[in-house]
């Protein structure tokens, strides 16, 4: 007999609901076409890529000719950064980011160093938040971009954006955002946030995999980092994936749509986890601000417990978690995130992030609490 599977790392990937794939299936057999065709067949996929771009812009509030689409959330940023220092690099050479932010993010940083850019790679607290007066400092007369995500996705702890939009502003300085995470959880407004560039990523948020988007404001030039065709407006060449178009731009519709609903359902899920979590096992740490953190997210320590043995004797009774992010799953070393809070490298591996979503009930949960309690005296023990 097997295993019932409870999922708990939505912040890994989702499921793709199924009125997201009802709308992209038309687009694998009928509606097949080349959106850069001029028959029929390929002004169809033309017009579902313009009405899922108009999607797009009306969650984000900003013109559809602002938003391009990519394959992820990592080519997002690297278009957005890159792009961006290419472009302007007649007007400064200075990038300011944080030590917490995605690898695509970092590792793009990292590049841009070898080719001569400085980055200032700011600290954050205990709780994962950055110092306002920290980034207000490090700007010189060559900072020409601020990119600082939204949340991140391993602690949950939501920065202070509007703030942070305002230094740049007043300065003079552009603002992207990783929002990957908080895309579909989060109301986002880039005007009223003070937001010039946006990237985002579908299986965030029960869309497929291998779509991104890309808002960049309309006044903001930025070079396209890959040769090729004249797509996306002669800025990320290929030809368009329509169907993952299509379902990115309904995924992101239908979370907004439910947004507060959704919200509400995992705050619930998440407070019941942390409190009964807290008051039954020992010697947990909850890492991450306690408040301003993702609904759906809960990253704990268990002293003494090895993360991975964990994971796995989890995975045995059926629950997928994790124990940082997707991305970094594959490295040896200590989540970059868990050390730049201030956690040393036993306690940052005994991590375990549990990231709840639509389908989960608090009958899961209550296994989920239960497993991870016999695992970790068992864990203990030994």
Do not use: W
């Amino acid at each position: 007999m097997s295993t019932i599977v409870r999922y708990f790392d939505h912040a890994a990937t989702t499921a793709v609901k199924e009125e997201v794939l009802n709308e992209m299936l038309p687009y694998f057999v009928q509606n097949y076409g080349n959106a850069s065709s001029l028959y029929s067949v390929g002004r169809k996929s033309k017009k579902a890529l313009d009405e899922a771009r108009i999607k797009v812009a009306n969650v984000l509030n900003c013109n559809p000719k602002e938003i391009y689409f990519t394959s992820c959330g990592s080519e997002s940023n690297n278009l957005a950064i890159k792009g961006f220092a290419y472009a302007n690099k007649n007007l400064g050479t200075h990038i300011i980011t944080s030590k917490i932010e995605h690898p695509s993010v970092l590792n793009t940083c990292k590049k841009l160093e070898e080719q001569g850019y400085r980055v200032t790679y700011l600290n954050v607290d205990k709780d994962g938040l950055i110092d306002l007066k920290e980034l207000e400092d490090s700007i010189t007369s060559s900072t020409i971009l601020i990119t600082i995500m939204i949340a991140n996705n391993e602690i949950g702890t939501i920065q202070p954006i509007y703030e942070i939009a305002k230094i740049a502003k007043k300065h003079n300085i552009r603002f992207h955002t990783d929002a990957v995470q908080a895309a579909g959880t989060i109301k986002i407004d880039v005007q009223e946030m003070g937001i010039d560039m946006l990237s985002l990523s579908a299986h965030k948020f029960y869309g497929p995999k291998g779509m991104g988007a890309l808002y960049v404001k309309n006044d903001i030039n930025f070079e396209k980092i890959q040769d090729g065709g004249h797509q996306e407006k002669d800025k990320r060449a290929g030809t368009e994936n329509i169907a993952g178009i299509v379902g990115l731009g309904k995924a992101l519709e239908l979370a907004n749509n439910n947004i507060e609903s959704y919200t509400n359902k995992m705050l619930d899920l998440r407070e019941y986890y942390i409190s009964e979590i807290t008051k039954t096992i020992p010697n947990v740490k909850l890492n991450g601000h306690f408040e301003r953190r993702l609904p759906g997210n809960a990253n704990m320590s268990f002293v003494g417990v090895d993360a991975e043995g964990l994971l796995l004797k989890l995975d045995e009774r059926g629950i997928c978690a994790s124990a940082g992010s997707a991305c970094s799953s594959g490295s040896a070393l200590p989540s970059h995130v868990l050390m730049a809070i201030g956690l040393d490298e036993k306690l940052a591996g005994s991590s375990l992030r549990i990231t709840f979503g639509d389908e989960n009930t608090i009958e899961d949960v209550k296994y989920l609490i239960n497993s991870i309690k016999e695992i970790v005296e068992e864990l203990r023990m030994l």
